[in-house]
């Protein structure tokens, strides 16, 4: 496995990426998404989360009832770890720094959000940090958040996420949270805290983010009134300035057009 995530990390096994971020390839994709496999395991999927892996490439997914699945092409087997406190509503994003894959928050055994995070080593789930929702150094207990890793950052950020997110019947965020958080491996920072210095987005029920072929932190959303109902609204794309910090909007309106809802 060292071996392994040293030449991730140095990109010798991934030259269709690098030809990507350098600009000499472009990709095109199918208007489509085509089923890997028909056969369905034990382990219950709904409101699954999912990372890839790529040192034991394959997708590493924790399901609802808190199991985890590898799902490598159209095989998907059970990983025979025991189940984790987790009941949905988590994030997963892989570490290329460290070669983890980092799960934080989600939905506890009693329903409620919790701040907890596990590490997956390939093998074994870890728990790096217990559910604590008085600790103020680390991101809040939430759900339907985002991670990313961000190799300029060196670690992967949590980004917004929910109380719950179910408003007045409709889906939404109490309370909703705008910040963004780095997890280094050992402790979080917060990088931004609050939408004075956060700045706008990427709006905090379920926000999309990824890195760029530049390395930068992107995130989309739909901007909607009131904020803590997320339903319809117009399409917008942010980037985070790692300097300010603070997001800043990249897009709206036509360019981000097709931005589903």
């Known amino acids: ?13 991934r030259p269709a990426a690098g030809a ?3 600009g000499v390839a472009t990709v095109t994709a199918t208007p489509f998404w085509r089923p890997l496999t028909t056969a369905v395991d034990d382990n219950d999927t709904v409101g699954a989360s999912l990372a890839f892996d790529p040192v034991v490439n394959a997708v590493i997914a924790v399901s609802f009832d808190g199991s985890t699945s590898i799902v490598d092409g159209a095989q998907v087997k059970d990983a025979g770890q025991p189940a984790l406190p987790v009941r ?4 997963m994003a892989f570490d290329e720094r460290r ?4 799960l934080f928050g989600g939905h506890g055994l009693d329903g409620q959000p919790t701040n907890q995070l596990f590490e997956w080593d390939g093998a074994h789930w870890s728990e790096r940090l217990e ?10 207990t939430r759900v339907a958040h985002s991670m990313a ?12 996420g929910c109380g719950v997110e179910v408003v007045e019947g409709l889906p939404g965020c109490s309370p909703s949270y705008v910040d963004l958080w780095l997890w280094d491996g050992d402790t979080f920072t917060a990088l931004c805290n609050g939408a004075d210095a956060c700045g706008d987005g990427p709006l ?3 926000p999309a983010v990824g890195v760029d072929r530049d390395g930068r932190l992107i995130g989309a959303g739909r901007v909607t009134e009131p ?33 589903p809802v």
């Open 1 to 13: 496995r060292p071996a392994a995530l040293a030449a991730l990390v140095q990109g010798a096994d």
């Open 20 to 22: 990507l971020r350098a």
């Open 88 to 91: 949905g509503g988590q994030a």
């Open 99 to 102: 070669g983890v894959v980092v």
């Open 131 to 140: 559910n604590d929702p008085s600790d103020a150094t680390r991101p809040a």
């Open 149 to 160: 890793f961000v190799p300029a950052l060196g670690g992967v950020v949590v980004v917004d």
């Open 204 to 206: 905090n029920l379920h």
């Open 227 to 259: 904020p803590s109902i997320r339903i319809g609204g117009s399409p917008v794309v942010f980037a985070f300035d790692e300097a300010a910090p603070h997001w800043v909007p990249e897009c709206d309106g036509a360019c981000a057009a097709d931005l």
